[in-house]
């Protein structure tokens, strides 16, 4: 018999409603990178780390849209997660601008720590 509750997840999310709808990219790009830390947190503490990032958006009229950007190798480095949710949800904005309702950030495409990539190392 399996038992579902113990199967690894296969994606990492969060996800913010707004009470009122956000129109400023800014304002949203700011609420992407604080999903995107605790995205990571939550990977961490799991000890695997993600391929793909993904922004989901709806739209006040319950239109949802979602674009993903991906890194080379697996990584649970809070900064390229980050960095690929900025780019992603800067592809979904040029598709369709704001106002949006919900903005989410998850990661799939998740790997064991141990595969993760190696930071670069520092210029000499």
């Not at 961490?44 to 993903?68: E, M, N």
């Not at 592809?91 to 949006?100: H, K």
């Amino acid at each position: 018999e399996v038992d579902p509750s113990s199967s690894p997840a296969v994606t990492i999310g969060h996800e913010r409603t707004f009470t009122d709808d956000i129109d400023d990219p800014e304002v949203l790009a700011s609420h992407a990178e604080r999903l995107a830390v605790r995205v990571t947190e939550r990977l961490r503490r799991d000890g695997r780390g993600a391929g793909t990032v993904t922004v989901k958006l709806r739209y006040p009229d319950f239109q949802i849209q979602s674009r993903a950007a991906s890194a080379e190798m697996a990584t649970d480095d809070e900064a390229e997660i980050i960095r690929l949710a900025q780019v992603a949800l800067g592809r979904a904005l040029a598709d369709r601008p704001p106002p949006v309702r919900l903005l989410g950030v998850s990661v799939t495409r998740l790997v064991p720590g141990a595969q993760l990539s190696l930071p670069p190392a520092p210029p000499a």
